[in-house]
């Protein structure tokens, strides 16, 4: 899965990179996601799935993280999220695209629900420029 995300994110108390202390909180985020997969399909009567095509579909994500600054100019986050996916053709249970007229025979398990996929992940963010300026009217 290869995905572009845009979103909103809430941090629980302020967060500066330019205090001069240390900073870390918790944060949440969510938007919305597109993402480009492999789309699969089960032959019937063989027991593997096969790539025939990519796809893209709508995801939202929704995730919980935590980040902390690392010296002056870095900050390291942790998080993981959920992401729900408008499509049912993640796993090779729902094919689509070039398989339209033969969907009947390749779709199995549950397909009256979308699939959902979960990231991990680990971020190291570098800081280049100036400090910001703001101004209080």
């Keep these: 899965i290869t995905e572009a995300s845009l979103g909103i994110e809430y941090t629980f108390w302020e967060f500066s990179m330019y205090s001069g202390k240390p900073a870390h909180a918790p944060y949440l985020y969510t938007g919305l996601t597109v993402f480009q997969f492999d789309a699969l399909f089960k032959p019937r009567n063989l027991n593997e799935i096969r790539k025939y095509d990519t796809d893209y579909a709508l995801a939202i994500p929704m995730v ?19 992401r729900y996916a408008f499509t049912d ?3 090779g249970s729902n094919p689509s695209k070039g398989h339209r007229e033969d969907r009947a025979n390749l779709k199995f398990g549950n397909i009256n629900s979308d699939d959902w996929y979960v990231f991990t992940n680990m971020t ?13 009217f």
């Design 124 to 136: 190291l963010t570098f800081a280049f420029g100036r400090k910001p300026c703001y101004c209080n």
């Design 64 to 82: 919980v993280g935590y980040k902390a600054t690392v010296g002056q100019k870095m900050i390291l986050a942790f998080e993981i999220g959920a």
């Design 89 to 91: 053709g993640l796993d």
